[in-house]
Structures are given as structure tokens and as C-alpha cells.
């Protein structure tokens, strides 16, 4: 059974192929990925496909049994519905008999946030996966824990403050790595078939979330909340956000108006994706794959 993960270059896609290396033989693994060289994983069979372009994406995808499609990223711009579509599309078209598609946890209550665009696409892409006449999963992610340490640690070498607009209200956060746990799973198991998954673990606050981080790097942050229009002032600030645009500072500013009003406080189906519970967040924490570089 050949499985492939799109825009496998990317953090998820790498932490995928490398849990998938580990459950099943590297020949039945592919890449598709835009630039080869970004590929640090070795020996594993390579195929270049842009999601612009639905001939190089039905080349890509000929003879794979199962895809899991990593969502398009807001930072690179572009029409991501139909971005989306054109994986999809391909994948029909090439005889892919299984997708996996990598969405967003909620409950539905993102309506009048910054937010509100972002989720309405991934949503919209799940319609178009369930509509595709293909076997699916729709696995909806917890927030990357990884991010929010990198910021948490960030805060530590600054002022000692973490400051966002969430206030006290819960979200679910999961590692990348977790997730790479459970999507490997998903891909070469056919139980959670037509499923709709929350893949988290259980729900913190953000002053939850520090506490953890001090007390696993050892390290004293504070965390403040502030409004969101002080937040995207602050992410402005920050050139590594300032150099990714304003939707993206929308999209997160939106993302911490979700944690407020616990939109992102979902019940989590990992057990139910990959047969164990999700390892406890400061165990995560211990165990991230990127938590300085970021």
C-alpha cells in the first residue's frame, strides 16, 4: 500500500513521514513536495507537485493508495479553497482511494471572529473531501503546542511576559509530534474511515499553559492577557510575523478570540484514532521537535 503526504516538506509532513518510517516499510511511503531539497528525510521516494497545479498533482499522486493532504498555508497567500481542491481533484482523478485531510479543531462558534475566514475554509474543504467518492478521514488538529512554547520561551529572554488576547478561556493543544502519532495511524488503519476526529489532548488556559512551560524548561513567565487590538499591534512589533502579513497576524489574533470564548474547547478523539490517550503536556513539552527555532 503506497501512502503519500502532501507538502511533506513542512513540519507536519516531516513528523508524519518520519512516525510512518517506523510502522511500515520506506517504500511504501511518498513525498509530494514542492522542493526536494527542503526534504530532510533521506531514502524516502520523492515526487515534485505544486497545489497550483492539478496536472502535476495527478502525476504525483498516480499508483498512491491513501493521501493525507496537509492544509495550504495562510502565510503563502492564494485562494486556499481552491488550492484544496485541486489535491482533491487530482487525487479522483489519479484513483487515490483514501483521504486524509488535516483540519482545525472547533465548535462551530468562530462566526464573529478574526477567525471566522480561515475555519469557514477548512470546513468548506471538508465538505468537498466527504463529497469526493473517496474513502476519508476528516482529522481536525488541536493547536500546535510547539508554536505556543516557542513563544512562552521567547518571553522568558524578554520581559518575562506572554501576552496574547485569549484570557482564561480553554483550548486544545497537541505537539506535532503527537499529531504524527495519530495521522500515521489513521493512514494505515481503515477503522476511523468517514469519521470526523478531534486530534487533542485535554483543554488548558493560557496561564495553564505557562505554568507548564516554567515548570518543565524552568524557566518564570508570566502570563498577561491583553486586548486584540493590542495583540496585532504587538504581533506588527515581532518581525517574524510582521514579515508574514496581516492576515496572518488576523488569523492568529482570531485564533487567541477562539481560545477566549472556548471555541477551541472540543472533546479530543485521539484515543479513539490511534488506540492510546495523548501523552500528558509536560511530557509533550519535553519531547518537542522544534522548541527553540522557530
Known sequence: MKIAVSAASGRLGHAIISELITITEIEN?????????KLKIGQIETRVADYQSLEEMDAALQGID??????APVAEGGDRLQLH???INAAVSA???KLIYTSLISNGGEASTLFSDFASINRRTEEYVKGSGLKWIIARNGLYLDLDVVQIRAAADADGLSQNNGNEGRCGYISISEL????????????????ILNL??????QTELVESANEVYGIEVTYEPISV???????????FFATRGKDVINMLCGCFQCIENNIF?????YLAACGREPLILTKQMKTLLFPKEE
Open 29 to 37: 511511503i511518498v513525498a509530494v513536495v514542492r522542493d526536494p531539497a
Open 66 to 71: 491513501t493521501l493525507i493532504i496537509i492544509s
Open 85 to 87: 481542491r485541486n489535491v
Open 95 to 97: 484513483g487515490v482511494g
Open 180 to 195: 504524527a502519532y495519530a495521522y500515521a495511524r489513521l493512514a494505515t488503519n481503515d477503522s476511523c474511515n468517514g469519521k
Open 200 to 205: 487533542t489532548g485535554p483543554c488548558y488556559t
Open 229 to 239: 487590538e493590542d495583540n496585532i499591534k504587538r504581533l506588527r512589533e515581532i518581525p
Open 265 to 269: 474547547d472540543v472533546p479530543s478523539d
